[in-house]
């Protein structure tokens, strides 16, 4: 009945006006799609790519594949049992003598990575393979170096033969890939990661605390206080935010150090002797204190904007109906300020978690986060396989937090200020 | 919400404990950026408050630092004095001021199709655009590391800027959200009916409401940009030297009191931007409360 009706008015063109309206509607959806559209190509490319990039990295194995194709095509042939045959080592000898050097050096380091001592095993070879001329190869491989005759080391390459890789994953959680491909535990001196990872939450987590520790009553100051007290005060808030993160870092390594501000006050005052000054500085501590002070922003800004949407007649009401302050704090503003307790404390445990400038410089070797093991990763040992695996395993904690950050806050909740 | 009249004793020491507490903290959150600021003029190589400076003593306190940042050598200084801070300045604000236009432009825009009522997928797109902001900058510095290398962007000022854009761009379309909450499109449809059309409507109807909103998220983007370090270390060269660039070496390496002199810099310059900022917000709502009062 409707339909018809509709149907039957018509726009000033003759067209029925549920067509027009419908028109309109996707022209507008366009237009809103088209204002978007520069940014978030944007970001998709300068942004998404590059991270998607480097996420295939952490399982990507097929450089070595480029280097060895006869050779692994030869490997896949042989049965594991026994030494292999004479043709898996003439090829690995011809691949290995005719390719380039820098060729040999990267893939050797991933062989490293596999079976140690590859490294110098193929270092040693390409070099005094150069002076064999013919066959058999075998033998002559042997005579160079006793380990071309050790099953462990034509063991190892069959991790190897598959051009993806789970082992960087497996690194990052203190396990590896035996030479026959089992997963297996680190050995006990390199299980390094899986304490990281246990520190880097402990220390987010206990930040997060600090920080509700110590945003929420300012927090409350802020919303109750006139408005010209509170505008005042909210400075003292806002102006660390402004503050570059390595301004505040220095700031505190003034603080904090040896013969900073803080021992220096304890030992003019008499509270410490001269000689037992805290150690306040390159260790975790320094890192938790940094980071509290750097991440409260964060925290007392949702709680303020919820407290101040809080009614203080609620309070008022339950004070009169006879509850004692304690009580109508605990049962009547508590949940109402929730909100903004849960969007504070997972806006900072989302920023602290990967956070890599503070630990570096404050941290020492006591206070290091998974942050800073990519980027040792990165810079120093080049095994950047195992950074990728590392940030790609972070990356995913993020991604469910920030997801249930949405859920709950809604992200375009973030305030700023 | 002060203490009233009738409060018993138990309240009177809880409310005042209370606010002792509050002091501390705020105290905790503003102390360490203002002890760096007597330090910088303090002529002792070291970080620390001598026994001479404390007293006031003339020796003790100098501008040798402010004078090694700038450039001038002091007669018999054996210290060879480059102008890395100079250039790390000059780097900085190139970078930070195209930085922030492109981030301005392309998140103002972004913020006006994103407030449209028919914007399909808008919590989607909205969580993408503010990622940069959320993944740790050494997430992103090792993509844009690998990325860039590959199609030719590392080691170019082009690779810094599109870096340091992208980081600034969910800044600008947070705060240019938030003014266009509550913005009323009648305002539109008032100038589209008098004729203007979609340009005119922008620049003299929607601009000037949201401008407050636009220049403190450029504020926003260009600190992000100027403060950033970990993207410069990797995707920049060794040359390309910014000023937070510089102070991460020197606290690495030398430990100089010129990072405590660059540093009060930057505490005046975030005070300016602070300042501006609120100015901003109060002038926002003010404008948006007289719409509401119309």
Same mark, same amino acid.
């Given at each position: 009945m409707n339909e018809t009706t509709a149907g039957s008015i018509l726009t000033t063109e003759g067209i029925p006006l549920k067509v027009s309206l419908q028109k309109a509607e996707r022209r507008n959806k366009i237009r809103a799609i088209l204002l978007v559209a520069p940014l978030l190509l944007f970001i998709l490319f300068t942004f998404l790519i590059p991270i998607g990039d480097m996420l295939l990295r952490s399982v990507d194995d097929s450089y070595i594949n480029t280097v060895f194709p006869k050779t692994f095509k030869e490997y896949k042939k042989w049965d594991r049992q026994d030494l292999p045959s004479e043709e898996l080592y003439k090829t690995m000898f011809f691949e290995v003598k005719d390719s380039e050097g820098y060729a040999i050096g990267k893939a050797s380091t991933r062989m490293n990575y596999a079976k140690s001592g590859w490294k110098s095993l193929l270092k040693k070879s390409k070099r005094k393979f150069k002076k064999i001329e013919e066959g058999p190869y075998k033998e002559q491989m042997i005579a160079i170096d006793k380990k071309w005759a050790d099953m462990e080391y034509w063991k190892a390459l069959g991790v190897m033969v598959d051009a993806t890789t789970a082992g960087y994953y497996l690194n990052a959680v203190d396990l590896k890939y035996n030479v026959d491909k089992e997963v297996v535990r680190q050995k006990e001196n390199r299980r390094i990661y899986n304490h990281t990872w246990v520190k880097t939450f402990k220390v987010s987590i206990l930040v997060m605390i600090f920080c509700l520790m110590l945003g929420y009553p300012i927090s409350y100051l802020l919303s109750t206080l006139p408005l010209k007290y509170s505008n005042l005060l909210m400075i003292c808030v806002l102006l660390p935010f402004w503050t570059s993160l390595l301004v505040r870092t220095v700031a505190w390594m003034v603080m904090l150090q040896q013969k900073g501000v803080f021992n220096n006050l304890l030992v003019m005052s008499n509270i410490i002797a001269d000689e037992n000054?805290?150690?306040?500085?390159?260790?975790e501590t320094a890192t938790i204190i940094v980071m509290t002070q750097i991440l409260l922003p964060f925290m007392v800004l949702p709680l303020y904007s919820v407290m101040k949407t809080i009614s203080p007649n609620y309070m008022r009401a339950a004070l009169n109906l006879g509850a004692s302050p304690l009580h109508a704090f605990w049962k009547i503003y508590m949940p109402n300020s929730v909100p903004g307790i849960s969007a504070g404390c997972m806006l900072v445990f989302i920023l602290a978690i990967g956070y890599y400038i503070t630990p570096e410089l404050v941290g020492g070797k006591d206070g290091q986060m998974i942050g800073n093991w990519i980027a040792y990763h990165l810079k120093t040992t080049l095994n950047w396989g195992l950074s990728a695996a590392l940030g790609a395993i972070l990356l995913g904690v993020l991604t469910v937090l920030y997801w249930v950050y949405n859920k709950l806050v809604g992200i375009e909740n973030i305030k700023l200020g | 919400m002060a203490l009233p009249s009738y409060a018993t004793t138990g309240q009177r020491v809880g409310w005042y404990a209370f606010l002792t507490y509050c002091g501390l903290v705020f105290f905790f959150l503003i102390a360490p950026i203002f002890v760096i600021l007597p330090l910088? $003029?303090?002529?002792?190589?070291?970080?620390e408050f001598t026994r001479e400076f404390m007293n006031f003593e003339?020796?003790?306190?100098?501008?040798r630092w402010y004078r090694q940042m700038v450039g001038i050598a002091s007669v018999g200084d054996t210290t060879v004095v480059s102008n890395k801070w100079m250039l790390g300045t000059r780097n900085s604000f190139i970078i930070g001021i195209s930085a922030t236009f492109l981030a301005t432009a392309l998140g103002t825009v972004a913020a006006l199709g994103l407030s449209?009522?028919?914007?399909? $997928?808008k919590g989607t797109i909205m969580a993408i655009l503010i990622s940069p902001m959320i993944v740790p900058l050494i997430i992103t510095s090792a993509g844009m590391f690998f990325f860039y290398s590959k199609i030719g962007l590392t080691h170019t000022y082009l690779g810094l800027i599109l870096a340091h854009t992208a980081l600034g761009t969910p800044f600008v379309v947070i705060t240019v959200t938030a003014t266009l909450t509550g913005f009323d499109t009648n305002l539109i449809r008032a100038s589209q009916s008098l004729g203007a059309d979609t340009m005119r409507t922008f620049f003299k109807v929607i601009m000037p409401l949201i401008l407050p909103g636009v220049i403190s998220g450029a504020l926003f983007a260009f600190i992000t940009s100027f403060d950033e370090v970990v993207v410069v270390m990797f995707?920049?060269?060794?040359?390309?030297?910014t000023i937070p660039k510089q102070m991460w070496a020197g606290l690495r390496q030398?430990?100089?009191?010129v990072i405590l002199c660059m540093a009060t810099c930057l505490v005046a310059l975030s005070i300016a931007l602070l300042t501006t900022v609120e100015l901003l917000r109060r002038r926002s709502e003010r404008l948006r409360g007289i719409k509401l009062r119309n």
């Open positions: 000054r805290f150690k306040l500085m390159y260790n | 910088s $003029f303090s002529s002792s190589p070291f970080f003339p020796e003790a306190w100098s501008l449209r009522r028919n914007m399909p $997928f995707v920049g060269s060794v040359e390309q030297i030398e430990t100089s009191p």
